[in-house]
């Protein structure tokens, strides 16, 4: 059994739990948006997106049109309230042609647009996003030519208008608005950036000197003026951006200009705005871009996904945008309101316990855990408290991984009298919600580690708290091993201890711990382990996660080898498990009870000093092939366990998906369904020898992942060989298969 008496927690989402087979909605911006669209500007009110743009059309010389969408890819319209669908008709402004973007904001239940027509600049006002946008007085802001106006409210409720001018160049401009939003304060007009550097002097043709195209957006208190450069028909019209720490300058331009550029299959990204997942959990970068590579004409909608990432320069946050593209993409998050900061709801968990300690907490060292393929991280190490997990949390979100921080406020209560004392908890809970809940790496909050059974009713009652606390993040628990004993379990049986856990708490994720490489021989008890919980957790209609062995602790466990490593993995790969964690990732001081030494760990993945050892090596290995393997099976349902020794079957029923042939191989094959397809995954059941078989009777096959292993067809069979602890995904077209 596990002795060390850290806190560990495992999380899956309900999202994943309620759609774990479904397979996610994807579009391209080649093929699904809308086709005749330039400059556009997405508003989004009540729930529903409205688009405006240069129609691209006869219409650009009639007015503005407007789509809607919920969904940010699939768009109605044109859709507006005057003819031809339009929001603002030239019978209702200043101005009969030439009617370019439209910028709209809403204040105090009116909706106001900032059109370009005529080259000038118009404010128009109507009821609905819809429109018809109309003007009261019918003339422009200036009668000076001006274009591309963008409107920025502050924090202050003051706003303000980005525009541009002519002045042998297209030069942004910004000024302060009026109260009611329809005139410039003129004496607050003031020149913010003009076409100076390299990235916005382009040499392909046609050649001018533009900045235009201007939006704002606020982060961290800084703000950051986007704008595109280069003539709109050249293949360098590319964006990027100054920050400030005013809204009116003065700016300096990011030095990794441009952030979207051309590329060998999208010309002429830019004049572009930012606008949110339809759950708020993601950014997108909407914007225009030429209808091919060799055509301008007309231009149509693209939308990619952006985010504020740390600056490695230091500094405040730089802005990346990943596009342009043409490739498929997955739709823009629209999980329920519980789930909108859960970024796992469709990735398989590769994880690991026990991170850098404070004292060796920076980025490279945790660099080294992304770079290990892990994406969940539980600290551990004397990460736990608010200073070094609100640190670690901060360096987390710069490399693109999560964290389930272990806070030992939480954990000193699971002893505290108190205990039961709803009051009590909620009080605890309160306190480290609001440290931690807007953390964007913050994905769940550890609770407990291997409870015994008497102490699920106050998990339930924890678990409730936060859910109500922090919707968003649940606190989810890591079960004991079978090998723990009654006294510990407060079951005699471990199937028993299992089923109450889930009866009783309701979690999002069945979670245990199974360490079998002792010292001197390996725990029998694996496979009936894995095959419980991989039931239980079916019945309850949920995914499970286990702890596997990546470090010796001195006279209870060895050191894994290669093959030990993968043979722990990809045979709980093969059961279904949607997330595989190693212990322990830095190797953990020695854990001493009452003033003794009780474990000394040594060989994790990071020793104690912070060095890589041959594990680290080990365990990236497999890792890299988890996060294809196990990704690729994301989908998928687990209908079928094989565990074959020695060739002949000895658990679960025989693959039915062709012939299994061969002597002496030791095998657990996983078959998972979709539709009419079945994969395999061939996992060797020995660290110590290589499983040679063949499969006759496949209509069509291919290999999708492999970790020491190869396969062959020959004379209409798959021949196969996987050596010691490797693994084999093969999809096969076939009949669907149920169950039985």
């Known amino acids: 059994m596990k002795k060390i008496t850290f806190t560990l927690i495992l999380f899956v989402t309900l999202f994943s739990v309620g759609c774990a087979h479904c397979k996610p909605k994807t579009f391209s911006n080649q093929k699904d948006l809308v086709k005749t669209c330039a400059d556009p500007f997405i508003l989004k009110h009540d729930g529903v997106y409205y688009l405006y743009c240069t129609a ?81 007085i019918k003339k422009p802001m200036h009668e000076s030519k001006e274009i591309d106006g963008s409107v920025f409210i502050d924090d202050d409720g003051k706003a303000y208008i980005y525009f541009v001018r002519f002045e042998g160049a297209n030069v942004i401009y910004v000024a302060e608005l009026t109260d009611d939003l329809l005139k410039m304060k003129d004496k607050t007009i003031k020149l913010c950036v003009k076409p100076e550097e390299p990235w916005e002097l382009g040499t392909n043709q046609p050649v001018a000197k533009v900045a235009e195209g201007a939006y704002m957006i606020k982060h961290k208190g800084y703000y950051y003026l986007v704008y595109t450069a280069n003539h709109f028909m050249s293949k360098d019209y590319c964006v990027g951006y100054a920050t400030s720490k005013s809204p009116v300058g003065p700016w300096k331009k990011y030095k990794g200009n441009p952030i979207l550029q051309a590329n060998n299959k999208v010309h002429g990204p830019g004049n572009g705005m930012f606008i949110e997942s339809p759950d708020g959990s993601e950014m997108f970068f909407a914007y225009h871009v030429h209808c091919s590579v060799s055509n301008v004409w007309p231009r149509k909608l693209a939308i990619d996904r952006a985010r504020f990432e740390k600056n490695p320069d230091g500094g405040h946050d730089i802005i990346v945008i990943y ?51 892990i994406n969940v991280l539980i600290p551990g190490n004397g990460v736990e408290s608010p200073k070094p997990i609100l640190k670690m949390l901060d360096l987390a979100e710069q490399i693109g991984i999560k964290i389930i921080p272990i806070d030992l406020r939480f954990f000193a209560a699971n002893t505290n009298k108190n205990i039961s004392d709803k009051k009590f908890i909620s009080k605890i809970a309160s306190e480290i919600v609001k440290d ?93 382990d894995l095959e419980i919980v991989r039931d239980e957790a079916q019945k309850a209609g949920i995914p499970f996660w286990i702890f596997i062995q990546s470090e010796g602790i001195k006279n209870y466990l060895r050191v894994p080898t290669r ?178």
């Not at 027509?117 to 109507?126: D, G, I, K, Y």
């Not at 945790?366 to 290990?372: Q, S, T």
């Not at 061939?682 to 020491?708: H, P, Q, R, V």
């Open 56 to 136: 691209e059309t006869h219409l650009t010389d009639i007015g503005i049109p407007v789509y809607k969408s919920t969904d940010l890819v699939n768009w109605e319209g044109p859709c507006g309230a005057c003819e031809h669908g339009l929001a603002l008709h030239e019978d209702d402004v200043w101005g009969n042609s030439w009617f370019w973007g439209g910028d709209v904001i809403e204040k105090n239940g009116k909706f106001y647009m900032f059109a370009t027509v005529e080259e000038r600049l118009v404010v128009a006002v109507s009821d609905s996003p819809l429109g018809p946008f109309k003007q009261k």
């Open 323 to 373: 596009g342009p593209t043409v490739d498929v993409q997955t739709y823009p998050s629209n999980k329920p309101a519980t789930l909108k900061k859960n970024k796992l709801s469709e990735m398989f968990v590769v994880g690991g316990f026990g991170g850098p300690p404070p004292e060796k907490l920076n980025y490279n060292s945790m660099r080294d855990v992304a770079n290990a393929g």
């Open 436 to 528: 931690y809940s807007n953390q964007y790496a913050l994905l769940a909050y550890g609770i407990c580690d291997e409870p015994k059974s008497d102490k699920f009713p106050m998990l339930r009652m924890s678990t409730d708290i936060f859910r109500k606390l922090d919707p968003a993040h649940p606190a989810l628990i890591n079960l004991f091993p079978s090998y723990g004993s009654p006294a510990q379990l407060g079951f005699a049986d471990f199937r028993d201890y299992v089923h109450n856990f889930i009866e009783t708490v309701q979690p999002s994720v069945l979670s245990y711990d199974h360490y079998p490489l002792r010292e001197t021989e390996t725990e029998t008890g694996w496979h009936k």
């Open 563 to 740: 093959a030990e490593i993968m043979w722990q993995a990809n045979t709980a790969l093969a059961y279904g498990a949607r997330g595989i964690l190693w212990f322990c990732y830095w190797t953990p001081p020695v854990t001493k009870l009452d003033g003794k030494i009780t474990e000394v760990h040594y060989s994790a993945m990071i020793d104690k000093n912070g060095k890589r050892t041959q594990v680290y090596d080990f365990v990236r290995e497999e890792n890299l092939f988890l996060r294809k393997a196990g990704q690729g099976l994301m989908d998928w349902e687990n209908i079928k366990v094989s565990r074959y020794k020695n060739g002949k079957l000895v658990s679960g029923q025989k693959v039915s998906a062709g012939k299994l042939s061969g002597r002496y191989f030791d095998l657990v094959v996983g078959t998972f369904a979709k539709e009419n397809k079945v994969k395999l995954v061939f996992a060797n059941d020995s660290y110590t020898k290589t499983a040679l078989f063949s499969i006759t009777g496949l209509s069509d096959s291919k290999e999708t992942a492999s970790i020491n292993s190869e396969s062959r067809i020959s004379s209409g069979k798959v021949i196969c060989k996987i050596k010691p602890g490797g693994c084999l995904v093969m999809v096969i077209e076939v009949p669907y298969l149920d169950s039985k």
